[in-house]
Structures are given as structure tokens and as C-alpha cells.
């Protein structure tokens, strides 16, 4: 039995060896077929990351925030103590200059008024009998019949009347602008920002009670630090950024503050925005680009597409749909109204594609393919091939 299953096993290991003899043989006999370099594979650009080399307007900015105020805004205040009767705005409400705003309880002051005009009627009477005393001393001074001393004694009385009539005059017309101060108008025409009161509470003389706000000038106050603030003067050109608003709107630098902030050390300037429309509200949050320098339709790059090697700068280039490195020449560096962007005066020309990303070094020559937009007709059409 052993002697059997030896034989087998002695058998098969021959037969392997047969086989393996015979395949080495055939491999030997075909002919050597040349090996052929496979060609790289296409670099894939996202649509994202490639830009075209344009002519722009090009600025140097710095980077200012702030939130926004009126440049004209009053707190209307009470005049004279009282309670209120009737406030007849609301927040938000338009009112014109002169409106009236709130009324106040006024009888106590028609009351002093009244009180005041009996004091000056009583003075006038006072003033005209000594007005007639001094008068009849006057005659009969010249007669002889009255010495100086009694008539300048009736002269004096009738100065003191005199006053006391000026000074009731007075007092009417304290009485009576009090009385008109229970009318408080608007004195301004805008908008009711704020109201502090309600009718029948009682109020002291200075008390605010409503805000106004005129939103047709707005104003952003930002803090440049002192190193810049060389860079500034008035009447320079500011971007800016609103928020909630889709587009950027242009203002001006209106007012520099001549002294420097406690602590931060900054100076504080003045951006004035136009509103004609209200669109702007006190109180939103701005980022502004103050205009340092600026150039007119100069071919710009972004900055991130530039590379910077041993005082030298490169892009990486698009031609003919092979990547490619090309030497640049750089001027001021600022915005595009894209973007941080770079000033192109040499090594480029207008409406070249350049790569836009930092990608890390790239192989020079290496064939380039952009992919179609996810929403694109092309991808769209990639997508159904795939599918079937």
C-alpha cells in the first residue's frame, strides 16, 4: 500500500515538471514584443480653479468695520415737568419738521399764564398812576409850588413802576412759552427710531421721550491705526460692505478725528454714505475698503495664483491645453473687485488662463482637462452615459 501511493505522488511531481519544461519552451519561442510608455494622464482642473488674466480697475485698500449711525439724529425731551396725554407717533413713523409729537397736561400752566397777565395788567396800572403823579409834580415843580426833592421822589415811583411792568411782561412771556411747551414738536423731519413714554406717565423737565433719526446721510465711524493714517485725508474714495444688502456702495471719508483713541491708540474717521432710498439702518455692521491708490484697466491675476520662487514669480498657465510655467512680472497689489489681486506688467497677456489655486508644484507639459460644472449640460450628459 505504500509502495503504491509513492508511486503516484513520483508520477505527479513528474508531470509538473513535464509542463513547466514545455511552457518555458513556448515562451522562449514567441518573439519579444517592444514595451510601449503609457502616456500621463490628463490633469483635471475644477471650472474654480482656473480665471482668465483681464484688464481691471486695481486698488490699494485698507480694511476698515464699523457699524453705521445718522449723520443727523436727535433725542426729543420734555421741555416742562407734567403728564403726558398724548403720544401720536409710533416707531418707524415718518414725521416732518413742526409736527407735533406728544401733548401734556396744560391747565396749570394756562393757570400761571393767566396769574402772569393779571400781575402785568396790575403793574400797567401802578405804571400809569405814576406816570400822572409824576406828571402833575412836573407842573407844579415849575410853579414853584413843590420842591425838586418831591418831584424826583414821584420820578423815582414812576421808574419802579416801569420796571414792575417789564418785569410782568417777563413773566407772560415765561408763562407762555411753558404753556407752548406742553406741544412738543418734531424737530426734525425723519424717522421715529425709539419711544420712551406712554400716555399718563409723568415726565421732569429734560426727560427723553422719543428718538428721531434722518437716514438720508449715514455715516460709518471706523479706527484706522496711526501707521496708516498718513495714508488718509478727505474726501477719498471707501467701498463698503453692508450687510444684508446684495452689492457694495461707495461713500467718503468726511471728518478725521484730530486726537487718538485712549488705550488703542487708533484715530477715529468718518465714512459718509448717501441713502436716498433708506435702505441703510442704524446700527448695521459695514466692512469697508478705503481706496489708498488705484489704477484704470490693468491686467490683474489673483494673488493666490501667484508663485513665488528665489526673488522670482510664476504662474502656471493654460496653453493649448498643456500646463505650462511662465514668468510674470508684478506691480501693486490691492483689489480687482474679485478678490486680492496682483498687478500684471509683464510675461502675460490679456485673457490668458492661468490656474487661480494654490495646487502644490505641478508637472510643466502635463495635458490639462477642465470638468464640467455639476449643473452643466456636459456633466449632465456624463452622468446619463454612466448610468447606462
Request: aromatic residues 2%; proline residues 4%.
Amino acid at each position: 500500500m505504500l509502495k503504491r501511493r509513492n508511486f503516484w505522488i513520483v508520477l505527479l511531481v513528474f508531470l509538473i515538471a513535464v509542463g513547466g519544461a514545455a511552457a518555458m519552451a513556448k515562451k522562449r519561442a514567441q518573439p519579444a514584443v517592444p514595451a510601449v510608455p503609457a502616456e500621463p494622464a490628463a490633469l483635471e482642473f475644477l471650472a474654480s480653479d482656473v480665471t482668465q488674466v483681464q484688464a481691471r480697475d486695481l486698488r490699494q485698500t485698507l480694511a476698515l468695520s464699523g457699524s453705521l449711525r445718522a449723520v443727523n439724529q436727535v433725542a426729543v425731551k420734555a421741555r416742562v415737568a407734567g403728564e403726558v396725554r398724548e403720544v401720536l407717533v409710533r416707531e418707524g413713523e415718518a414725521v416732518k419738521a413742526g409736527q407735533v409729537l406728544i401733548r401734556m397736561d396744560d391747565p396749570d400752566y394756562q393757570a400761571r399764564l393767566k396769574q402772569a397777565k393779571g400781575a402785568l395788567a396790575a403793574a400797567q396800572g401802578q405804571l400809569e398812576i405814576a406816570a400822572k403823579a409824576r406828571d402833575n409834580n412836573h407842573a407844579l415843580l415849575g410853579k414853584g409850588f413843590i420842591s425838586k426833592n418831591a418831584f424826583e421822589n414821584a420820578e423815582s415811583q414812576f421808574a419802579i413802576a416801569q420796571a414792575n411792568v417789564d418785569s410782568a411782561r417777563g413773566a407772560v412771556d415765561v408763562a407762555q412759552k411753558s404753556l407752548s411747551d406742553t406741544v412738543i414738536r418734531a424737530p426734525m423731519s425723519g424717522l421715529v427710531s425709539s419711544r420712551t413714554v406712554q400716555p399718563g406717565e409723568k415726565v421732569s423737565a429734560d426727560n427723553k421721550l422719543l428718538d428721531v433719526v434722518d437716514l438720508r446721510q449715514m455715516e460709518l465711524e471706523a479706527a484706522v491705526p496711526t501707521s496708516d493714517i498718513m495714508h488718509i485725508a478727505l474726501n477719498q474714495e471707501v467701498l463698503l460692505k453692508v450687510e444684508g444688502l446684495p452689492s457694495q456702495i461707495s461713500g467718503r471719508v468726511a471728518r478725521i478725528n484730530p486726537a487718538t483713541q485712549t488705550g488703542s491708540r487708533s484715530i477715529l474717521v468718518y465714512i459718509q454714505i448717501d441713502n436716498p432710498q433708506g435702505l441703510l439702518r442704524v446700527g448695521m455692521f459695514g466692512e469697508a475698503q478705503l481706496t489708498l491708490a488705484k489704477k484704470t484697466g490693468v491686467l490683474t491675476a489673483p494673488q493666490s495664483a501667484i508663485r513665488d520662487n528665489a526673488g522670482s514669480s510664476h504662474v502656471y498657465a493654460i496653453e493649448n491645453g498643456l500646463l505650462a510655467q511662465k514668468q510674470v512680472t508684478l506691480g501693486i497689489r490691492g483689489n480687482d473687485g474679485t478678490g486680492d489681486a496682483v498687478e500684471i506688467t509683464g510675461g502675460l497677456a490679456d485673457g490668458a488662463r492661468i490656474v487661480r489655486n494654490n495646487l502644490g508644484n505641478l508637472r510643466v507639459g502635463t495635458r490639462v482637462r477642465i470638468a464640467p460644472a455639476p449643473n452643466s449640460p456636459a456633466a449632465a450628459a456624463v452622468m446619463s452615459t454612466a448610468a447606462r
